[in-house]
T-cell receptor
């Protein structure tokens, strides 16, 4: 089955730690995205990548970093510089055509202890 | 900068009722307008995508309309069912060549049996 997987489903981080969230897709999509969702809020874009080895900052990139070494993978690192990282993180991908929607993974819930 | 607003934030209806969810956007230069469904603690599922050149799209009991000139879209749900209970988000695509989505905060729908 084609789709997007995110791991882990739940993640707990101590203050001062960096953590990495995994996102993998087997849809052969060029573009991938990371969003953050807070309670009662819409999704806010953290980073996106339209092609391997290239990515751009979204609206709230501070305290986060990404890499895109393979087409299938777009991991997100939440660094200790992110002051309020507790949130629900969603990864998405799309072919990049305006006729195509974005496909979302099941999400990772990150909690800072 | 694109801003997307959804009204109401929450809606409760009895089973079988027809209902309309509203979405407004500030920049009419969009590629498409998309509606998603999100169940608690889950990722987003695409419902309908309306191209900028289209006026509406239908899928089963769902009908979405788009009026670019007024910056509005509506999602019509016919004969609502308890299984329709979820949060519905609309998103406007914009950003030449980058295919970014700007999301509203969503409408939480409860269908009462």
């Amino acid at each position: 089955d084609g789709g997007i997987t995110q791991s882990p489903k739940y993640l707990f981080r101590k203050e001062g730690q960096n953590v990495t969230l995994s996102c993998e897709q087997n849809l052969n999509h060029d573009a991938m995205y990371w969003y953050r969702q807070d309670p009662g809020q819409g999704l806010r874009l953290i980073y996106y990548s339209q092609i391997v080895n290239d990515f751009q900052k979204g609206d709230i990139a501070e305290g986060y970093s990404v890499s895109r070494e393979k087409k299938e993978s777009f991991p997100l690192t939440v660094t200790s510089a992110q002051k309020n990282p507790t949130a629900f993180y969603l990864c998405a991908s799309t072919s990049g055509y305006s006729t195509d929607t974005q496909y979302f993974g099941p999400g990772t819930r990150l909690t800072v202890l | 900068k694109q801003e997307v607003t959804q009204i109401p934030a929450a809606l409760s209806v009895p089973e079988g009722e027809n209902l309309v969810l509203n979405c407004s956007f500030t920049d009419s230069a969009i590629y498409n307008l998309q509606w998603f469904r999100q169940d608690p603690g889950k990722g987003l599922t695409s419902l309908l995508l309306i191209q900028s050149s289209q006026r509406e799209q239908t899928s089963g009991r769902l009908n979405a309309s788009l009026d670019k000139s007024s910056g509005r879209s509506t999602l019509y749900i016919a004969a609502s069912q308890p299984g329709d209970s979820a949060t519905y988000l609309c998103a406007a695509s914009s950003g030449a060549g980058s295919y970014q989505l700007t999301f509203g905060k969503g409408t939480k729908l409860s269908v009462i049996p």
